[in-house]
């Protein structure tokens, strides 16, 4: 199969338009239909149906586009670094991620990176922000996903943006379409981070503000320990969906959103003034990282948003 064909077909399906996409692909807008007929033979199915607005997807193309467009990437990546001098540094790479993020990002992510550096070696430390960073100002992580922290010795470039939810046991009374005002998680028992850097902080930020009292019965930065405990009935947690969707689509635990505020919570990629990493291996370390949740976010695994980058600090090694 033609991967060009892929790759014109899966920018179609983010366009929404073949007009928009020719221009995008900078590819005459006749031979763009050619290349899908030509696909869509191949396959023996439509891949989209034309409407007033553009082109929608159909169930075959929703399909396709679902198992292509990360092994697409991630074949690009590879072939885009195949000659670089990067694709033949040999050295460990230490890489820090929180637990809300490492079942959706981890795989993937570690994916890619093997595919661009073969001769690296990598390292997944998996903790709160507070550990990460501390890790990272002592040398012994290079690079991390982290919450935001005033400290002038890290630099964190913003990555995105997702919203938090109340998250309890299968037996609870949460449903999606029953939000819950904030001043509501003062009668629920909660299991918060024990990290206050990211989602406890932003919690006790607003209760504070809120005059509302906030009873954290457990404090832990196990995620497998909070899900436990949630499923159990013991406690409520506050988590971006991405932490726990498995287990939602399993039914082991049921959320409703949050309101009255709402809660959003950011992450950022991170890197200290100190860094030993080369500063070229870092930029693309950190290009890969919003690739692949790039890739998760559009493709629905990642309920989140995408925040426009920042460059590396000039001033960083």
């Known amino acids: 199969m033609d991967i060009h064909r892929l790759k014109y077909f899966l920018c179609i399906a983010e366009e929404g338009s073949m007009t928009r996409a020719a221009n995008v692909l900078g590819v005459a807008q006749p031979a763009l239909s050619r290349h899908v007929r030509l696909l869509e033979e191949d396959l023996g199915v439509t891949l989209f149906h034309r409407t007033p607005r553009g082109v929608e997807l159909t169930d075959e193309g929703e399909r396709l586009r679902a198992s292509t467009a990360a092994p697409l990437r991630q074949l690009e990546l590879a072939l885009l670094y195949a000659g670089s001098p ?80 109340v998250v309890g046991g299968p037996h609870s009374d949460l449903r999606p379409d029953r939000p819950l005002e904030f001043a509501d998680l003062a009668r629920l028992p909660l299991v918060l981070p024990a990290s206050h850097a990211g989602i406890a902080g932003i919690i006790d930020n607003v209760a504070l503000r809120r005059k509302v009292r906030i009873d954290s019965r457990f404090a832990t930065d196990s995620l497998p320990v909070a899900v436990d405990l949630m499923e159990a009935g013991l406690a409520h947690g506050v988590l971006p969906l991405s932490a726990c969707g498995a287990e939602i689509a399993a039914e082991r635990l049921r959320y409703a959103p949050l309101r009255g505020p709402a809660l959003t919570h950011r992450l950022g990629v991170a890197v200290t003034t100190q860094l030993e990493l080369p500063r070229e291996l870092a930029h693309r370390i950190g290009d890969v990282i919003r690739r692949e949740t790039g890739l998760l976010i559009g493709s629905g695994v990642w309920s989140a948003t995408h925040l426009a980058p920042k460059q590396w600090d000039p001033n960083l090694p």
């Open 86 to 165: 990067l694709a033949r540094v040999e050295r460990g790479l230490h890489l820090g991620l929180p637990p809300t993020t490492a079942g959706v990002l981890a795989a993937p992510l570690l994916t890619t990176l093997k595919r661009m550096f073969p001769k690296v070696s990598f390292h997944l430390t998996v903790a709160g922000t507070d550990t990460l960073v501390q890790e990272m100002l002592k040398g012994t992580i290079d690079l991390a996903l982290i919450d935001p922290v005033a400290d002038d010795r890290v630099f964190c470039r913003e990555l995105l943006v997702e919203d938090l939810v």
